[in-house]
C-alpha cells in the first residue's frame, strides 16, 4: 500500500546488508550455482515462514484486511504439493515500531522469509530489522521507495501500469501523452511514473499540469488543462487519480471544455471499474486503464467465497502469490531457494491474478489486461500475456 514515502530507506539497507528477494508460484527450476542475498534452508523439513499482518488495531478494515490475506496465504498452503510452510503470523498494529519488532521477532523464532508487511512504513521497518539476518521481505506494498536491498514490493505499482497504459496509447496512435494530476505526494509519484514510462516506450511528453487536490482545484484547473491539451497537440490524456478521487470530474468538466475523448484518448492510471458504478459516468465511455487478468481474478475470488464465504480483499492474492512461490522454490530441494538470485528469475511465475516477475531493484513486473469502458461496460482491448517466456520477454 502507498500510503508513507521514505527517503532513508535505501542508506539504511545499504549500511546493513544489499539483499535482494522475490516471489514465485507454479513450477521453477533454480539454477545449481545460483548467488545472492538469502538464508540456507533445508527443504526436506517445514520451512518456516512469517507472515506479517496489520492486527492488533482499532481499525475495522485493517482488520478485515489482515483476515483475508491470512485466509489467501493458509489458502495457498492447502494447496501445496509436497512442501509443507510452517506458518506463524505476527501482528505489526499497521504501525513501524511494531512491524521492526515482530521482523526481529520472526528471524529470532527462525524464519526463513518475511511475507508482508501491508503499508510501506511497516514494510520499511520490517526490511531493515530483517536485513542484518539475511532474511528477505516480500512486502504487500506498491510503494516502490521502499524496494531494494532485501525488501521486495508485490503489489501492482504505477510504474507498471504506466508502462502497460502508455505503450498501449502508443500502438493505438495516442503516443503524444499529457499528464494531469492531483498536487499530492501520491499524485507526483503517478506523474512520474507515466513521464518514465513515456521514455521508456518511445512515445512523446505532450506536457503535465498538476491541480489542487479539491473540487475547486480541479474546477479552477480544468481550462487550462483543456488549453494546453489543445495547443501541444496531445493525442491521450492519462489521468493520475482515481475514481475515488477528482477522475469524474475531470471527466465530465473537460468535454464540457471542448476536449472531445473520441479524438484524445482518456488513459487511467488506477482501475476505473471499481466502484462499478463508474463504468457509468458519461465522460468515461471510450476511455482505457489496465487490470489483472480477469478471468485468473475471478477464478481466485470464487475460490476464495467458496472456501470463506466471503469475497477477498482485492490485494489478497499477493499473500496467495507469496506462499505459493516459497513453495514452488522449496519444492526444488535446493538449500539456496529462498535467496535473491533464484526468486528473481526472468521467465517471473504464475500468480493468481496473472503472470508476474520481480526485479533486482526490488519492483516488480506484472502482466496486465488493457480494457476500454464501452456502453457502460468493460471491454478487454489487449489480453495480459499468461507468461513471460523461457528467456524472460
Known amino acids: 500500500m502507498f500510503p508513507v514515502f521514505l527517503k532513508t530507506r535505501k542508506a539504511l539497507r545499504a549500511a546493513a546488508l544489499t539483499l535482494t ?7 521453477c527450476t533454480v539454477p545449481s550455482d545460483i548467488a545472492g542475498g538469502g538464508p540456507s534452508i533445508n527443504a526436506s523439513r517445514p520451512v518456516p515462514v512469517a507472515l506479517l499482518l496489520p492486527y492488533g488495531t482499532e481499525i475495522a478494515n485493517q482488520t478485515g484486511l489482515a483476515r483475508s490475506l491470512e485466509n489467501a496465504a493458509r489458502l495457498a498452503i492447502a494447496d501445496l ?29 527462525g524464519a526463513k522469509i518475511i511475507l508482508g508487511p501491508v503499508f510501506s512504513a511497516a514494510a520499511n521497518a520490517a526490511g531493515v530489522a530483517a536485513a542484518r539476518a539475511n532474511i528477505n521481505v516480500l512486502s504487500f506494498s506498491n510503494n516502490t521507495d521502499i524496494a531494494g536491498g532485501n525488501v521486495f514490493v508485490l503489489g501492482n505499482t504505477f510504474e507498471n501500469t504506466a508502462r502497460r497504459v502508455v505503450s498501449y496509447a502508443a500502438q493505438q496512435g495516442s503516443g503524444n501523452v499529457f499528464v494531469a494530476y492531483p ?80 479524438s484524445t484518448q482518456f488513459v487511467g492510471l488506477t482501475r476505473w471499474d471499481i466502484p462499478a458504478s463508474s463504468l457509468a459516468l458519461p465522460g468515461l465511455q471510450g476511455g482505457i486503464f489496465a487490470l489483472p487478468d480477469p478471468a485468473l481474478s475471478a477464478q481466485f475470488a470464487d475460490r476464495y467465497q467458496t472456501t470463506y464465504g466471503a469475497p477477498p480483499h482485492p490485494i489478497a492474492g499477493l499473500a496467495y502469490d507469496g506462499i505459493a512461490a516459497i513453495g514452488a ?8 531457494a529462498l535467496t535473491g538470485a533464484a526468486l528473481t528469475q526472468g521467465s ?37 500475456q499468461r507468461s513471460f517466456g523461457v528467456g524472460g520477454s
Open 81 to 109: 504439493n509436497g512442501v509443507t510452510i510452517d506458518l506463524k503470523v505476527y501482528a505489526t498494529a499497521g504501525n513501524a515500531e511494531q512491524a521492526a519488532v515482530v521482523a526481529q521477532e520472526a528471524v529470532g523464532d
Open 183 to 262: 498536487q499530492t505526494s501520491v499524485g507526483t509519484v503517478g506523474r512520474d511514473a507515466i513521464l518514465q514510462a513515456v521514455a521508456e516506450t518511445g512515445a512523446t511528453a505532450a506536457g503535465s499540469i498538476g491541480y489542487e487536490a479539491s473540487q475547486t482545484g480541479v474546477v479552477n484547473a480544468v481550462p487550462q488543462i483543456a488549453s494546453a491539451l489543445r495547443s501541444s497537440g496531445a493525442t491521450a490524456l492519462v489521468m493520475a487519480d482515481d475514481t475515488s478521487g477528482s477522475i469524474p470530474l475531470l471527466s465530465q468538466l473537460l468535454p464540457e471544455n471542448g476536449i472531445d475523448p473520441a
Open 329 to 336: 522454490l522449496v519444492s526444488t530441494q535446493q538449500s539456496r
Open 348 to 384: 517471473g511465475f504464475a500468480g493468481v491474478t496473472g503472470a508476474f516477475r520481480l526485479r533486482a531493484d526490488g519492483t516488480n513486473e506484472r502482466a496486465l489486461a488493457v480494457a476500454r469502458i464501452t456502453n457502460q461496460a468493460v471491454t478487454i482491448v489487449s489480453p495480459a
Open 21 to 27: 528477494c522475490s516471489v514465485a508460484l507454479a513450477a
